[in-house]
């Protein structure tokens, strides 16, 4: 057991509480869509769980899941003590607090303006103040994953730092980027118009600011699923990490180019010129770079594992892989998912593409895909593979995970797929019941029925996955093997120096965020556009 | 096992500079000259304000003319809720509301804005903006009512102002909206739920407890039942006009006469209570 | 004979050249239709406040719908405010250059027509403008597509697209539902 | 792709420890096919990927009409 191992574990059980809390809303919200009869569906409950399940599952899964994975990976990798964990504690529960802010005040019905808040309308102060919490309890642990690194440099002069921990760290320096658009927004105009300082507020600089926000932090969600793919699955495989260059390149092009993106968000708006609009997009594309070196990477990667097991042939090294290892086929099913999601992003990505799109289902299937999909399948093999270190109990059949992953993975494809189609055909989000007489609506009832089914068994799968967590604590207490990242065919003994630290890239970033974003922003000041008045959630009657 | 040095990595950080720096400004090129000329020939858009259009300093697309309106305003109200009017109701001379409220409202409306004669709405549980909306389009003609409008002429905006947030401060929180007497489901649906097929939303999407919807939005919990039907049949008739965009009159003329009926006393049957004050 | 950390990293750099130039190919047929077919995705950095909306010019009430511009032009005018759109249906004729003008006095709206690539944010503050040409016949739905509200779903409109010899414009060149 | 997930390898069931007794030898050995079958997966992946967005692109979003 690591001395993190309490800390570590506190993180994940919330991460997890709100992630099964979050599926229960999402099921009944397909099922509120869907042609057949729902139970308490009207809109202040509909819209009450949609801010409750992308609350639950955008902040609370992912930011406790990689606070807490962080943790491990920074005494695991770098084998030394956590430093600051009294600081890791404070962060911890400060989120925490925050959380249960945040949930009083969605329960309470007076924050629906669901996680993407949607200024000028504007819910209790609770609510956002608790997602400051959240977001102040995350830096605290960005800065200490900066420490860790700098103190493990300081006692390994010239060493490279190991992937695992320069990716971790890579995704906290990000993170403290990314957190600046929301925060802004959050402190400068959404906390003081919900504590009714001030009656107007300007949309297009709130949009901005969240857009700003918006894009980076599926990067943040992703990066614990990529440091899996990098030093976890080639192992797990039996393999080795074909280049350990390129992951420390990946993460970098991650912090450079998911920043400067956000407005791709905002194609659809009328405050955005073209122009910039263009040059975001061009940065976009940049972003599909690395996702694409990364699946080359660890194709190879597996297909030394493969071969070892004695794969024959161009593609013979695929059956040859040790399937039934949890990290091996989570990996699998993530890059499927990937495919398809991946795909759908590119669509939405591509400028005036976006209008075919733009806030239909196609863009709900394509972030289930990539978060729900590939990232969160990874967060569940990343849990049975540290588990056992976190609780000194190693489980004793792995049947019980495999069949979650798979009925994850099937439930995924399910319920997404059926959503591009309908999407293309129009289907709108963020309502809480269609008129299936209307005839075009009518043709999509047995598409949304189908995707229903999807979501039942994500359900079941996230039931399971819980379960089998639970399980581990009975199971048979074993000499539990210290944990090991992968190895590359090359282990670095030299890196640029540019690839071992951020100085460089985090200069890089604020050239493209200014070049990005500079006038995006500055046109509202310079314009001065007409304010809009609040619309308050949390009064009425 | 080394980290290059400083000198060795110099290249590094000059390659990938140059590289980062290049994508930028071919973007750039490509989206701010390129793209817009090239569109702006075909539609006769000049290069100069294409470019302009495409940084966002010309309103319009690089790639179509701008349309244009000559048409003059025919606003169903006067009142915009500008910063001033919005201050001035949170920021009343409390005084001079009350006074005016005891001279003026208190005769019809009650002296506790609980109205004694079904005629006429109670002013407890609004807020400032609903009455101010309301005065306003009274005195400027914007809701014709001979009454009304004889009460207000002598108001000026200040004042009107006074009187609204008057009644709002002295009544505010004083109605529950939970608490129906009627529980007919297709009222009690229409109020909760809406019917999508026939583009009602639900009344409580605006007249809920937690609704976001416009400010000026009054409460009709507790609402006189004859004021209420009242209103709603004015709405569908089009002989009442000043919701702004058709608001109410779209949703009015929609509904049944025994739905206007029904939604009347559905609202007036939700009780007063825990009165502030 | 071993493999050397040079020979996997030429590897890599082939692959990335080969992700270079699907990158590049989508980037190409982007720009191409950008120059040929005027795609771009809708932008109008035109203000107007959203406050005093109905006291505006443009978008007075009896301004909106569909309406044939003195120049020729036809341009049709919406308002989008909590829950319901003004007018809630609308009338364009199919194959022509049709311009949709759209804003909201409350506030962040969008919307979407079926079967087609009309597709917007309505944001306070801002005129959002589509260029587009209706290329099918039709009743299509409009359907509010961004959350507006507790009334967001039942927020819709029809949009529909005639034959060019059915729109017949009135005297003032207005055409209306029904 | 799928399907080859979905079959079992007849070496699925060697244990972890198995693995660690990776020797130099073997891994020079499978080092001069690699990363061929890499090269064919996420080229063919790609070459999809490419062409559905061909697809889509000039198959359902031009024939709507134009934008802009």
Not at chain 4, 9 to 34: H, I, N, Y
Request: net charge neutral.
């Amino acid at each position: 057991m690591t001395s993190v191992a309490r800390l570590t574990k506190a993180h994940l059980w919330i991460a997890f509480a709100a992630f099964l809390v979050a599926c229960v809303f999402g099921i009944w919200q397909m099922w509120a869509r869907s042609p057949l009869a729902t139970p308490y569906v009207i809109a202040e409950h509909y819209f009450l769980s949609v801010t409750a399940h992308g609350v639950a599952m955008a902040f609370v899964l992912t930011t406790f899941f990689i606070m807490g994975f962080g943790y491990f990976t920074a005494e695991t990798a770098l084998d030394r003590p956590l430093p600051g964990k009294p600081w890791a504690w404070a962060g911890f529960f400060l989120a925490v607090a925050g959380t249960l802010m945040a949930v009083a005040a969605i329960l309470s019905g007076q924050a629906s303006v669901l996680y993407t808040f949607y200024p000028p309308l504007t819910g209790s102060p609770f609510f956002y103040l608790g997602l400051v919490l959240v977001v102040v309890g995350s830096w605290i642990w960005c800065i200490l994953m900066i420490v860790a690194m700098r103190e493990w440099k300081g006692a390994h002069p010239g060493a490279p730092v190991p992937l695992a921990m320069f990716a971790t760290v890579a995704n906290a320096i990000m993170w403290l980027w990314t957190t600046v658009g929301v925060a802004a927004e959050l402190l400068f105009i959404v906390i003081p118009a919900s504590l009714g300082w001030v009656d107007t507020v300007d949309v297009g600089l709130t949009r901005t600011l969240f857009s700003w926000t918006l894009h980076a932090i599926v990067y943040f969600w992703l990066f614990p699923a990529y440091i899996a793919f990098y030093t976890m699955a080639p192992q797990a495989a039996g393999g080795r990490l074909y280049s350990d260059m390129m992951g420390r390149l990946t993460f970098v092009l991650f912090l450079v180019y998911s920043l400067p993106v956000g407005l791709h968000h905002l194609f659809m708006d009328p405050e955005h010129s073209t122009g910039f609009k263009f040059v975001q997009m061009s940065l976009t594309v940049l972003v599909a770079v690395p996702t694409l070196l990364t699946v080359f990477t660890i194709s190879a990667s597996l297909e030394i594992a493969g071969r070892l097991r004695g794969g024959r042939g161009l593609l013979g090294w695929i059956p040859a892989l040790p399937w039934d290892r949890p990290m091996v086929l989570a990996t699998g099913l993530s890059f499927v998912m990937l495919f398809f999601g991946g795909g759908g992003g590119l669509v939405n990505m591509s400028y005036g593409l976006n209008a075919l799109i733009h806030n239909t289902s196609w863009v709900t299937a394509h972030f289930h895909l990539i978060f729900g999909g590939t990232v969160v399948i990874m967060y569940f093999a990343i849990c049975y593979a540290i588990w056992p270190r976190l609780t000194g109990h190693e489980a004793g059949t792995q049947d019980a995970q495999r069949l979650q992953l798979w009925l994850w993975f099937v439930g995924m494809m399910i319920m997404s797929l059926p959503w591009h189609w309908l999407g293309l055909h129009g289907q709108w989000r963020r309502v809480a019941q269609f008129d299936y007489t209307n005839p075009i609506i009518a043709a999509w009832g047995p598409w949304v029925t189908t995707s229903l089914v999807g979501g039942i068994l994500l359900f079941a799968s996230a039931v399971v996955f819980v379960w089998n967590l639970a399980a581990l604590r009975a199971d048979r207490k074993a000499p539990v093997a210290p944990f090991a990242f992968a190895t590359a065919v090359h282990q670095p003994a030299r890196v640029p120096a540019s690839l071992n630290g951020f100085g460089l890239w985090n200069v890089l970033v604020l050239v493209l965020m200014i070049a990005a974003y500079g006038w995006p922003i500055a046109q509202f000041f310079v314009l001065q556009p007409p304010h809009a008045v609040v619309h308050r959630v949390d009064r009425g009657g | 096992m080394s980290v290059e040095s400083e000198a060795e990595d110099r290249p590094w950080q000059v390659r990938a500079s140059v590289i980062v720096v290049a994508i930028v400004v071919v973007a750039a090129l490509l989206g701010f000259v390129v793209l817009p000329v090239v569109q702006g020939r075909s539609a006769g858009v000049d290069a100069f304000s294409a470019i302009c259009r495409a940084l966002g300093l010309q309103a319009g697309s690089p790639a179509v003319r701008q349309p244009v309106s000559a048409t003059r305003a025919e606003p169903v109200s006067l009142v915009a809720w500008t910063e001033e009017v919005i201050a001035r109701l949170h920021n009343p001379n409390e005084e001079n509301g009350s006074d005016l409220a005891a001279n003026i409202c208190a005769s019809c409306h009650g002296a506790d804005g609980v109205s004694p004669d079904p005629a006429f709405p109670h002013m407890a549980g609004q807020s400032a903006f609903a009455i101010y909306k309301q005065l306003h389009d009274f005195k400027n003609g914007a809701r014709g009512n001979e009454i009304m409008a004889s009460v207000v002429e002598q108001l000026d905006d200040e004042q009107m102002a006074d009187i609204a947030a008057h009644f709002a401060y002295f009544t505010k929180g004083a109605l529950d909206p939970t608490t129906p007497v009627t529980n007919d489901p297709a009222i009690v649906r229409l109020v909760e739920r809406g019917i999508t097929a026939r583009g009602l939303p639900a009344c409580a999407s605006c007249h809920g407890a937690h609704a976001g919807g416009p400010i000026e939005t009054p409460t009709l919990a507790g609402q006189r039942h004859e004021y209420l039907a009242a209103q709603l049949r004015a709405f569908a008739k089009g002989e009442r006009r000043n919701d702004i965009y058709h608001r109410m009159r779209d949703i009015a003329t929609k509904l049944t006469d025994s739905e206007i009926e029904e939604l009347a006393a559905y609202y007036a049957g939700i009780g007063l209570y825990q009165r502030i004050k | 004979m071993a493999v050397s950390e040079s020979d996997i990293l030429r590897s890599e750099v082939r692959w990335a050249m080969i992700v270079g130039v699907a990158v590049a190919v989508i980037f190409a047929a982007v720009i191409y239709t950008g120059i040929e077919l005027h795609v771009n995705p809708p932008s109008n950095i035109e203000t107007i406040d959203p406050k005093a909306l109905h006291l505006s010019n443009e978008f007075t009430e009896s301004n909106l719908g569909t309406r044939v511009e003195p120049e020729g032009r036809i341009t049709t005018r919406i308002v989008a405010t909590q829950f319901a759109f003004d007018p809630p249906c609308v009338v364009v004729p199919a194959n022509e250059p049709v311009t949709l003008r759209l804003t909201t006095p409350d506030v962040i709206h969008g919307i979407l027509v079926t079967g087609t690539n009309v597709n917007t944010m309505i944001v306070p503050g801002y005129v959002a403008q589509v260029h587009t040409v209706f290329t099918k016949t039709g009743d299509l739905l409009m359907p509010c597509h961004e959350y507006c509200g507790l009334g967001h779903s039942q927020m819709w409109a029809t949009v529909r697209v005639v034959p060019r010899e059915s729109f017949r414009p009135d005297a003032e060149g207005r055409v209306a539902c029904d | 792709m799928l399907f080859l997930l979905l079959g079992r390898s007849a070496l699925a069931g060697k244990t972890r420890s198995e693995d660690t007794g990776l020797s130099q030898a073997d891994l020079d050995t499978v080092m001069e096919e690699v990363p061929k079958g890499a090269l064919a997966l996420s080229a063919s992946a790609v070459l999809l990927l490419l062409c559905g967005w061909f697809f889509v692109y000039f198959f359902i979003f031009v024939p709507r009409g134009t934008v802009g």
